[in-house]
C-alpha cells in the first residue's frame, strides 16, 4: 500500500525505494512496488508528452486528465493491496517485473 500512495508524493522515486528495499523479501511487497513503479514511469511519459504539447494548447487540457486518472488508480491500488488483494493498473506499461 505504501508504494502505491507514495506515488502520489515522491513520483517514480518511492515506488522504486520501496522496490530495491524489499524487493528480495516480500514477494507480494515486490509485486506492487514493481506494479506501482510501471505505472509511475508510464504516468511521467503522460505527463511528459502532454508538456510537450502544450505548444498546441492541448497539453493544456490532457495534463490535468494525466493527474485525475493517476490519482483514482492510486486510491484504487491503495484500498485493494490494503485488503490484501494484488491490483494491476490499466494504462501501466510493464517493464519492471
Do not use: C
Not at 31 to 52: C, K, R
Not at 60 to 72: A, E, G, R, T, Y
Amino acid at each position: 500500500m505504501i508504494a502505491h500512495l507514495l506515488g502520489l508524493l515522491a513520483s517514480w522515486v518511492g515506488p522504486l525505494v520501496i522496490y530495491l528495499m524489499k524487493k528480495d523479501e516480500a514477494p507480494y511487497v515486490r509485486d506492487q512496488a514493481a506494479e506501482a513503479l510501471n505505472f509511475q514511469i508510464t504516468m511521467f511519459i503522460g505527463y511528459l508528452v502532454s508538456s510537450i504539447l502544450i505548444i498546441v494548447f492541448v497539453g493544456i487540457l490532457l495534463l490535468p486528465v494525466v493527474w485525475i486518472v493517476s490519482f483514482i488508480f492510486h486510491i484504487q491500488a491503495a484500498m485493494a493491496t490494503n485488503k490484501g488483494q494484488m491490483y494491476r493498473y490499466p494504462f501501466a506499461i510493464r517493464m519492471i517485473t
